[in-house]
């Protein structure tokens, strides 16, 4: 099952939203984590980095010559894995994914897998898909494992349960693996190392993401803190990888310069405690290791967006979730109000072109257009303009080339307010007209925005906003400025 085969209304998200917004504990976390975040990096920027924006540019310039001649570059990893003795499978959507990696755990008569962290393996549905075949899934990611234990998705492409501070996590830990209550950061990580130290026994089959394919080795690099990903990807008789077609890239000087951008824009790091570059199984005389590995090379829609002149550039993501971690709309909501595997001004972009624009056409309302998430990507994606870009779409005024685009109706009343907020707004007398009568209007509004229809939408998390019918007419007499 994949986000395609499911649809959000408009009234789901609108109530998870509110419930999201509702929740103070929620809110308290994600600003906490957020703020942390933020500063970091920042940080770590201002110490460490003497032409931030320099990087910025050379990572940018890797993504696009890897986009420009990706299907050179996808031949090229296939001929080079293949030579260094890895199985290369090529899924065309989600479902095929499935079923090339539930073939070979049948065929090796694996009933459990042990996952590092893999957003691919998410958007799949993979964890659910097994589920269904009675083959059990089991995250190795602290976070992921959390999120698992109480069966929720990640809110987070790099931080999948920021949303719960430790006393939750303790209380989660208590429930799920009967450990004692605690609260400590450390004895929460004992509580966790223990139980997967059980799991890493016995296990044949680990499954990893892949963060950098590259093509001239047929290599894969995988970058992570915590070591599951590489006990997952090395203790085990069998890898498997999932790998986003859009993450080969041509050598290992790009990757490194992905990698240099990568860390400090997801956590505020110079760099992550295990960097796993993985260049063949396990060779004759070699101890540990698996004895195969398998590269799954997903697709699912992938091709298209880049057939896209426009919104191929989306495809540059590095999944650093830094976009995530500025975005005033993400951080009062978290990854779950988005209804979509990938959340925030990224998870806007990538969402509706991998799911559909009809099932994920609403995520483009979650912005405020602040332009923070471009001015901070790492590989200079311009997200603010995609997701206005996409708006236009989902009105059906774009070109119409967006996958689901061709199922969405144009809202009727939407197209006739905005053609009517045009007049007033190219006609100063008419805009005078309307400011002035919202003067006059404005404290009887004010007297029934909880009742009236649409405003009690707009103030149930808002304050009613401060209307200066007068403000044209300050300006006109300000010094030096000529009024027309």
Known sequence: MSDSSLFHSNEQYEATINKKLSDPQLRKNLKSVMNTLKTNRKNLINARYTDWEGLRELGKAVKLKALSH???????????ALKNGFHIHWA????????????????KQVSKILKGKSMASEEIHLNQYFKEKGILATETDLGELIIQLIDEPPVHIVAPAIHKNRYQIGEIFADKLGAPLESEPEKLNAIARKHLREEFKDFKMGLSGVNFAIANEGAIWLVENEGNGRMSTTACDLHVAICGIEKVIESFED?????????????????????NIITSPRKEGELDGPKEVHIVMLDNNRSNILADDHYYRSLSCIRCGTCLNHCPV?????????????PGPIGEVISP????????????????????CSEVCPVKIPLADLIRDLRSEKAKEGRGGVKGSSNINQNKAEKFAMKMFSSFATSGTKWRIILWGAGVFAPLMKLFQHTL????????HRAFPKINSGLHGKIKHMEGVIYE
């Not at 479902?95 to 755990?105: T, V």
């Not at 993400?330 to 990938?342: M, P, V």
């Not at 229809?453 to 149930?460: D, E, R, S, V």
Request: hydrophobic share 35%; with cysteine.
């Open 70 to 80: 990706l299907d050179e570059l996808l031949e090229r990893f296939e001929r080079n």
């Open 255 to 275: 990757a490194s310069i992905l990698d240099t951008l990568l860390v400090p824009s997801a956590v505020g790091a110079s760099i992550t405690c295990y960097n």
């Open 453 to 460: 229809p649409g405003l009690k939408n707009w103030t149930f």
């Open 92 to 107: 065309n959507n989600a479902q095929e994914a499935n079923e090339i990696i539930y073939n070979l755990a049948k065929e």
């Open 330 to 342: 993400y951080d009062k909501i978290g990854g779950h109000g988005y209804l979509s595997t990938y």
């Open 353 to 372: 072109q991998l799911f559909g624009l009809d099932n994920c056409g609403y995520m483009v309302n979650l912005c405020s257009l602040c332009g923070r």
